[in-house]
DNA sequence: TGATTTAAGTTCTATATCGTACTAATTGAT
DNA sequence: ATCAATTAGTACGATATAGAACTTAAATCA
């Protein structure tokens, strides 16, 4: 949920959550405008982290990745597989599972939206010095593993 | 969508975007975790402007302040009207239109959900200083007003 | 003024998300 | 070894988001 004013009176830490949310609603559909109709960014995350993690991954672990109810993922899924993106394999280890593989197109898939995003990332990159990048990635990290660890962020549990 | 473990390898502007993503989906969470049920962040978002910024606002105002659709801002005020958080009144300058009001309630409700959410914001406050906080709500400023008026965020247009 | 175009809001429809409940397989306890 | 409890995945239902098309009013223009 984005707003475009935000006032100086919130406070500090809402100011900050009420930013990220509108930073993430805008990228979200910077990134969905370069991909194909009907792809979204839930589409290219699975993809990418088949990718940078491994694949060969069972679905509940993707959903716990990404900290998605499995539901989710399964939907999720179901929109690689119909456009081939990924295959399904049968778990060696435990036959009420499977495993997720990406495909060759789906390799092809996530490197056309990457470089796709790389003039607007380019672009961005001329006007915010990778040093102020890298202090804000480093700072948002630190902030996410602590809501991720900490206690209030456990108030919804899924699965 | 959200990932736990962004691979160093991706490139720096990239995982700036999925740590804000991730961040974003826990934030949500977290705040809607503290709502009554049914209510949702959208809902307090609308509150939140309406006495942060002004009410009386039309809808198709509220809607480009959130930069949403202005038929998802329709559906998001019949939620808050149906709890009797905001009321409607006839826009005197445009018979087309109309200017949202919150209510009493709609104060209280806003009140109580900041209430509910202190002592997560001080606990987060407690293990990031405000220094830290005031530096990433100022950097992240800039990069919203950034991917707000520059170019590349025009891709989508909204109404 | 009357006709056309634009704009505000809603309705209708499609679909992404996510909770509940189910099936089938595994694990654990005895 | 058997049966209970747990776990992986899916099916189904509810609802939030959002595009297309519609209604009504306003603005523009001849």
Redesign the interface.
């Known amino acids: 949920?984005?707003?475009?004013?935000?006032?100086d009176?919130?406070?500090?830490?809402?100011?900050?959550?009420n930013?990220?949310?509108?930073?993430?609603?805008?990228?979200?559909?910077?990134?969905?405008?370069q991909l194909p109709a009907g792809m979204l960014?839930?589409h290219f995350?699975v993809l990418?982290?088949l990718i940078?993690?491994k694949d060969g991954r069972t679905p509940l672990e993707l959903a716990r990745?990404?900290?998605?109810p499995k539901t989710t993922m399964t939907h999720t899924l179901g929109g690689l597989h119909k456009h081939q993106l990924v295959e399904t394999r049968p778990n060696p280890e435990d036959k009420r599972s499977k495993c997720i593989w990406i495909t060759d197109a789906g390799r092809a898939f996530r490197e056309d939206a990457?470089a796709a995003?790389a003039p607007?990332?380019g672009?961005?990159?001329a006007?915010?010095e990778?040093g102020?990048?890298?202090?804000?990635?480093s700072?948002?990290?630190?902030?996410?593993i602590?809501?991720?660890e900490?206690?209030?962020?456990k108030?919804?549990l899924r699965e």
């Not at 900490?150 to 962020?153: D, L, N, P, V």
């Open positions: 949920m984005a707003e475009t004013s935000p006032d009176a919130l406070p500090l830490y809402f100011r900050l959550f930013e990220i949310g509108i930073i993430e609603q805008l990228s979200r559909a910077l990134l969905e405008a960014v839930s995350s990418n982290h940078r993690v990745a990404f900290q998605m990457i995003m607007d990332m672009e961005l990159a006007h915010m990778a102020i990048a890298q202090d804000l990635v700072k948002l990290t630190d902030l996410r602590y809501l991720d900490s206690r209030i962020a108030t919804r």
